[in-house]
């Protein structure tokens, strides 16, 4: 499986600013997402990060809000802009693999980072 | 009604204990479940997968899945301290996006 690296991996920030979040894998991955956690919760998916493309995003996410970088096969950013306290979260990276059975079988997390926003 | 349900515990037990944990699901449309285990700060890491119905063993471990009735359920043997963490089940469907949904998570304490 592959091995996530993710930072930072916390932040304190003031309302209206922004924080990208970066994800360095340590091999090439087809899929890459971006998950929320909040408080208590569990995860919610924010988006798919295309390798060339637009980000694809899920129901109540938008570009605006949570623009995707995705460069290449290894590397991924995650900015949350014009924060809210509402933003405040676990924001963790994920990326899917094989497990040898046929698809994308094994899913692997990055182990956050925990936004508080003041 | 969410995907997929989860009781959130907490749920504590003694060292050695069988623990239980349970999920249910609403849409048919899946193609495998996933129970991840979640130490505090850190991220979900992969425990095990199933395709199909009937158990899956692995250690002190067993995944079971029903489909008649939409029921998942994870089984901790001989638990241990070691073993206190929340536990999120996860389905995914065979469509394009490989999207996981999650349940809650249960959070389980096995005291010493």
């Known amino acids: 499986s592959a091995v996530i690296s993710q930072k930072p991996s916390r932040d304190i920030c003031q309302r209206g600013t922004s924080l990208t979040i970066q994800c360095q894998v340590d091999s090439q991955v087809t899929m890459m997402f971006w998950y929320r956690q909040q408080p208590g919760q569990s995860l919610t998916l924010i988006a798919t990060a295309n390798q060339g493309s637009e980000a694809t995003y899920e129901s109540g996410f938008v570009i605006d809000k949570f623009p995707i970088s995705r460069p290449n096969l290894t590397f991924s950013t995650l900015t949350v802009s014009n924060m809210s306290p509402e933003d405040s979260s676990i924001y963790l990276c994920?990326?899917?693999?094989?497990?040898?059975?046929?698809?994308?079988?094994?899913?692997?997390f990055g182990s956050g980072t925990r936004l508080t926003v003041v | 009604q969410k995907e997929v349900e989860q009781d959130p515990g907490p749920l504590s037990v003694p060292e050695g204990a069988i623990v239980s944990l349970n999920c249910t699901y609403s849409n048919s449309a899946f193609q495998y479940f996933m129970w991840y285990r979640q130490y505090s700060r850190k991220g979900p890491e992969l425990l095990m997968y199933t395709y199909s119905s009937g158990n899956k063993e692995d250690g002190r471990f067993t995944a079971q899945v029903d489909k008649s009735s939409k029921y998942i359920s994870l089984f901790i043997r001989d638990s241990q301290p070691s073993d206190s963490a929340t536990y999120l089940c996860?389905?995914?469907?065979?469509?394009?996006?490989?999207?996981?949904?999650f349940g809650s998570g249960t959070r389980l304490l096995v005291r010493p």
């Open positions: 996860a389905k995914r469907g065979m469509d394009s996006s490989y999207k996981l949904i």
């Open positions: 994920s990326v899917a693999w094989e497990l040898g059975i046929g698809g994308w079988d094994g899913y692997t």
